[in-house]
């Protein structure tokens, strides 16, 4: 740690996502010095993002002189694990974005460094932090619908087509699917919601649209320079419509899965990448009742969740209880990203007990990656890897060696 109070936080990976770490810039308690991209833009969005002083890096190797505290790591998915083990073997506490890699190996390989250097690690599940998830949780805490048996959750990619289907996120290369690399968020939330992981998984899916649309960009011209809320448009309707899809579509564009977590609940997620609508909705059964939400938050919309637990009837709108929770910041995931880092400086600084888990994490990968070799095999049930007990007793215990 720095000699004086501020933290020196740094920035490796300056695209879209990065601008999450606009929330660390609080004088006096954390600072963004520092940034690592090796493109223009990159360097040109730190400054820009960060400020003229902030100092910019080519590669985050360089950044071992600029005596950082903690780092955000937002390089695309497949460029996790080297620039986290750097930093975690340099002892600078590592925020990486979700999911943490795109294999269980290196999943593993990270905790293990955390462990072995005793560096901080926290994962980006924003979620976790999300108002109606939250509330969601807490219904469930309180006994709402008595014990939970079944978590199901419908996503519905409305702008799936933009997002995942137009630059690296449409590659398995890079991304190993985006059963993984979309589902991994909505993996993580059923087991913190069912309080258990994933050890049996089957998937099926298919690349069900986007693989027939013919016009894409050419591979020669790279990867471009623009970010995706620059070629986000609204406008195209049907999806099919859409232009300037990624050279390479080798993922899926439909896909869903059914699983059996560790302590007997039964889950299934469902996700498709060409709705009208962009949203998530979770129904959440238990032995004496269900909850469901309408609205997530996340553009901006002021979601319900809906609890029926009182007495049998056939369709009901009118729920027994309704909670209603208040407008989410559309720009920035309901609210979560400012608590996220709010958190993860906290934890950074101080250590202690922290909403999302490096552990959880990796099973939030390992049920994706399993999910995925399912889904491209048939369809047959796939087991999930447990992981190494000894990093779990670790990681139970707030990362503080004993
Ligand atoms: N939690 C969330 O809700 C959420 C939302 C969006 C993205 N993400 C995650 O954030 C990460 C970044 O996604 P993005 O949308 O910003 O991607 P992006 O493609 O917009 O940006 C990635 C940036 O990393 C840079 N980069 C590539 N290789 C690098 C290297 N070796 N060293 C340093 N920089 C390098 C690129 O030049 C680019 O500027 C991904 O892991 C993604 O899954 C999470």
Known sequence: MSTINELRVGVVGVGQRAALAEYAQRP???????CADPTERGQADARRLFGQDVTVHDDHRAMADDDLDAVFICT??????????????????????????????DC???????????????????????????????????????????????????????????????????????????????????????????????????????????????AADGPGTQRMPEWFDLEAW???????????????????????????VFASYQQCHYTPDYWRNYTVIGDAGRLENFGDGLEGDA?????????????RVEADVTVEIGPGDAERHGGADERLVAEFLRF????????????AAREAVAAGVAATVSMRDGGRPVAVPAVDPELAAYFAGHQRAR
């Open 28 to 34: 006096g308690y954390a600072r963004v010095v520092s």
């Open 76 to 105: 695309p998915d497949h460029i996790h694990t080297e620039p986290v083990l750097h930093f975690l073997k340099a002892g600078v506490a590592v925020f990486v974005e979700k999911p943490l890699a795109i294999s269980v190996e």
């Open 108 to 218: 593993d390989e990270m905790l293990a460094a955390a462990k072995e250097h005793g560096t901080r690690l926290y994962v980006g599940h924003n979620l976790r932090h999300l108002p109606v998830l939250r509330a969601m949780r807490a219904l469930i805490d309180d006994g709402a619908i008595g014990s939970l048996r079944a978590v199901w959750c419908r996503h519905f990619v409305g702008h799936g087509g933009d997002y995942y289907f137009k630059d690296w996120h449409a590659e398995r290369a890079k991304t190993t699917g985006l059963l993984l690399q979309k589902g991994a968020h909505d993996i993580d939330v059923i087991h913190w919601l069912a309080g258990g992981y994933s050890r049996q998984v089957t998937g099926l899916g298919a690349l069900t649209v986007y693989g027939e649309n013919p016009h894409r960009r050419s």
């Open 238 to 264: 049907p999806p099919a419509r859409l232009r300037d899809l990624n050279p390479t579509i080798d993922v899926e564009d439909l896909s869903m899965l059914t699983v059996r977590l560790d302590n007997g």
């Open 303 to 315: 979601p319900l969740v809906r609890v029926w637990n009182a007495r049998r009837s056939g369709y």
């Open 348 to 359: 950074a600084a101080e250590g202690g007990r922290t909403e999302t888990s490096p552990v």
